[in-house]
């Protein structure tokens, strides 16, 4: 996979304090936490 992601880069994610992540790494992280992407792009607030 890709890059080692930390609990901070998710906070500041949740927080808008990073821009939003690309449609890739959305896959990757459903991927290692066993839901849907669709799941956590509908979750999105920047959308």
Do not use: K, T
Request: hydrophobic share 45%; net charge positive.
């Amino acid at each position: 996979m890709g890059v080692a992601i930390g609990i901070a880069y998710i906070n500041d994610i949740e927080h808008d304090r990073r821009n939003p992540p690309s449609p890739d790494f959305m896959a990757q992280l459903a991927a290692v936490l066993g839901v849907p992407p669709s799941r956590l792009i509908s979750r999105r607030r920047w959308c």
